[in-house]
């Protein structure tokens, strides 16, 4: 009985107290986090590429 009464109010809570953004506001937002993802990736995979490079400078020197 708890259980269905859980469910009951969330359902409720969900349907009349949540703010639900828009559509176009959705979309805004998934196109910001998919450019700052990217750049991250970016910024991600040239701190690798200087690293690997640096590695293997000083492996030679060796």
Known sequence: ???KEYFKESYNE???KVS???WSTLQSSA???MIASLLFAIVVFAMD???RNL????YSML
């Open 1 to 3: 009985m708890r259980i």
């Open 14 to 16: 969900l349907k009349n």
């Open 20 to 22: 639900w953004p828009s």
């Open 31 to 33: 196109i910001v986090v």
């Open 49 to 51: 590429i200087t690293f």
């Open 55 to 58: 590695m293997e400078l000083i």
